[in-house]
Nanobody, 125 residues
């Protein structure tokens, strides 16, 4: 599976951005897709996941209520809609994929096998 993330940029606090992650290769709907972020000098942190059908999502507490993950299987694309952005959301955002095995509760980077290249989100105060 190859993943290509895009949509990052510079936004003011309180603004919104939508990131996209296009997958190619194996059947997209058989994977759990995750979003992670990594700020300078920090570890790669879990943001959220979405299940194979798009019906189930899981979010980190820090983004719950502000970020929404959705999927368009026809386009092999997963989206991360980010609203009410804060300066502390500044990071490189990565999409990731792993095989679906009945759960979407994969919150650690080491649990994912495939990674996109990352897209930088900068939120100014």
């Amino acid at each position: 599976v190859q993943l290509q993330a895009s949509g990052g940029g510079l936004v003011q606090a309180g603004g919104s951005l939508r990131l996209s992650c296009v997958a190619s290769g194996r059947t997209f709907s058989s994977y759990v897709m995750g979003w992670f972020r990594q700020a300078p000098g920090k570890e790669r942190d879990f943001v959220g996941t979405i299940g194979r059908t798009g019906g189930r999502t899981l979010y980190a507490d820090s983004v719950k209520g502000r970020f929404t993950i959705s999927a368009d299987n026809a386009k092999n694309t997963v989206y991360l809609q980010m609203n009410s952005l804060k300066p502390e959301d500044t990071a490189v955002y990565y999409c990731a994929a792993r095989d679906y095995r009945g759960s979407i509760h994969y919150t650690k980077a080491a649990q994912y096998d495939y990674w996109g290249q990352g897209t930088l989100v900068t939120v100014s105060s």
